[in-house]
């Protein structure tokens, strides 16, 4: 999924097991993630930054079928 910021853009990636912010242009602090899936929400305090070539990635476990 495509995402622009004030700072910067880039992508979000969503798996079984991570989330992954990766920016295109610029950083993007990632600090905390609020994560709804069906119907229920999930609150992930990440403290990372994600800049071009260094992609943020939080480690997780997603109540989906994601792929």
């Not at 910067?8 to 899936?37: Q, R, S």
């Not at 943020?56 to 989906?64: F, L, S, T, W």
Request: aromatic residues 4%.
């Amino acid at each position: 999924m495509f995402f622009c910021a004030a700072n910067g853009y880039g992508t979000l990636t969503l798996t079984k097991n991570a989330l992954t912010v990766t920016m295109l242009e610029d950083m993007l602090p990632v600090d905390k993630l609020v994560l709804t899936i069906g119907g229920k929400t999930k609150t992930l305090i990440a403290n990372l930054t994600a800049s071009v070539g260094r992609p943020a990635v939080v480690k997780m476990r997603v109540p989906c079928h994601c792929r």
